[in-house]
T-cell receptor, first 111, second 112 residues
Framework: DGGITQSPKYLFRKEGQNVTLSCEQN?????MYWYRQDPGQGLRLIYY???????QKGDIAEGYSVSREKKESFPLTVTSAQKNPTAFYLC??????????FGEGSRLTVL | KNQVEQSPQSLIILEGKNCTLQ??????????LRWYKQDTGRGPVSLTI?????NTKSNGRYTATLDADTKQSSLHITASQLSDSASYIC???????????FGRGTSLIVHP
């Protein structure tokens, strides 16, 4: 079945560690996105990519990094520079900025 | 700045009752408006899309309306079920942009 797969679903990190969240899609979509969701708040855009080997910062990119070496993959690294990384992270894709197809999310907790 | 405002922030209703969620937007240029449903701990899923020329669209027990003049949309849920408990997010797409504007969502709880 076509869709977006995020892993891991749950992740625990010690302060000062970098962690990488995986996002893979087999929908053949050009655009991919990373959003952060905190309790009681809306989705905030971290990074997005319209095409392979190109990506743009969103509203809250500080402390995060991404790569887009393949059309299917858009991993997100949460670096130690991110001061408050505990959150629910959602990856999404779309054909051309239209309907977003989301993964099941990754919940990151900093110990 | 493009903005999407949703109300109420949260809503509790009894099973079988109807409810209406509101969305006001200031997004230009307007392309489409979507309502997404997000179950707890899951990713959002699109319920319905409204284009500029559409006033009403139904998807089962969900009916969305759009008034492009007043820049308002509503999502009406009929005969609510326990499975309707979720967050409902209004998202407005802007022509030529890959970045839609999200509302904060309305958290709906349906009690038996």
């Amino acid at each position: 079945d076509g869709g977006i797969t995020q892993s891991p679903k749950y992740l625990f990190r010690k302060e000062g560690q970098n962690v990488t969240l995986s996002c893979e899609q087999n929908l053949n979509h050009d655009a991919m996105y990373w959003y952060r969701q905190d309790p009681g708040q809306g989705l905030r855009l971290i990074y997005y990519s319209q095409i392979v080997n190109d990506f743009q910062k969103g509203d809250i990119a500080e402390g995060y990094s991404v790569s887009r070496e393949k059309k299917e993959s858009f991993p997100l690294t949460v670096t130690s520079a991110q001061k408050n990384p505990t959150a629910f992270y959602l990856c999404a894709s779309s054909i051309d900025g239209g309907e977003l197809f989301f993964g099941e999310g990754s919940r990151l907790t900093v110990l | 700045k493009n903005q999407v405002e949703q109300s109420p922030q949260s809503l509790i209703i009894l099973e079988g009752k109807n409810c209406t969620l509101q969305c006001n937007y200031t997004v230009s240029p307007f392309s489409n408006l979507r309502w997404y449903k997000q179950d707890t701990g899951r990713g959002p899923v699109s319920l319905t899309i409204m284009t500029f020329s559409e006033n009403t669209k139904s998807n089962g027990r969900y009916t969305a309306t759009l008034d492009a003049d007043t820049k308002q949309s509503s999502l009406h849920i009929t005969a609510s079920q326990l499975s309707d408990s979720a967050s409902y997010i209004c998202v407005v797409e802007s022509g030529g942009s890959y970045i839609p504007t999200f509302g904060r969502g309305t958290s709906l709880i349906v009690h038996p």
